[in-house]
């Protein structure tokens, strides 16, 4: 059963600053890719079945999401999908062992349109740098938001950071390559909303 949850939680919040991750145990040669806030893993859920041989982690601030996507994916009889509760910009460096990610996806990050609330977007300079180390070569960032502010920050923050955009300096992917869809991307696309969707590697 569906709980009802709130939309925002403030990452800044004291009560989760403290760094409390432990490293998580993987698979020694499963490819591993990694959803950043990834709610009720919408996306999630579609990539999956499609790829058993993949482990898929969703990581969540909010408590309540984490139960209930992991009780979906024990229900559906995937093995290769969970949530884990974290804070992104805190514990990701310790949850993941440098070089590890496959791929790293930020979907319809929270907006936080209020000036003095800007601090609280997650794509941030050190936030580059910890997944720059996480992904291994040829990794991927995949990012997307249909927020334009939004993304021409996150944007800037990787366009100055080490990683390589795919489509050129400066430059939007027009599609998402991937079989999945968060809930976000589907009522965009119903009312014809713009996304702007970017892909950065890091460089083999």
Same mark, same amino acid.
């Given at each position: 059963m569906k709980r009802r949850v709130r939309h925002h939680r403030n990452p800044l919040h004291s009560s989760f600053l403290e760094r409390r991750a432990e490293r998580l145990a993987l698979p020694e040669r499963a490819p591993v890719e990694v959803e950043l806030g990834c709610a009720d893993a919408r996306f999630l859920f579609e990539r999956a079945p499609r790829h058993p041989e993949t482990l898929f982690i969703g990581l969540e601030i909010r408590e309540p999401l984490v139960e209930q996507v992991n009780e979906q994916a024990r229900a559906l009889g995937l093995p290769n999908l969970r949530a884990c509760f974290a804070h992104v910009n805190?514990?990701?460096?310790?949850? /993941?062992?440098?070089?590890?990610l496959a791929r790293v996806y930020v979907n319809f990050p929270d907006p936080w349109f209020k000036r003095r609330h800007r601090k609280r977007r997650v794509m941030n300079e050190e936030l580059?740098?910890?997944? /720059?180390?996480?992904?291994?070569p040829g990794g991927e960032l995949f990012f997307q938001s249909d927020i334009w502010d939004l993304a021409l920050d996150a944007m800037s923050v990787l366009e100055a950071s080490a990683f390589r955009n $795919?489509?050129?300096?400066?430059? /939007?992917? $027009?599609?998402?390559?991937?079989?999945? $869809?968060s809930l976000r991307e589907v009522r965009c696309e119903e009312l014809d909303v713009r996304i702007w969707r970017m892909r950065y590697d890091r460089p083999a």
């Open positions: 805190v514990d990701l460096d310790a949850l /993941f062992a440098d070089g590890r580059a740098d910890v997944l /720059f180390r996480k992904l291994a $795919r489509l050129g300096a400066w430059s /939007f992917a $027009r599609q998402n390559p991937y079989d999945a $869809r």
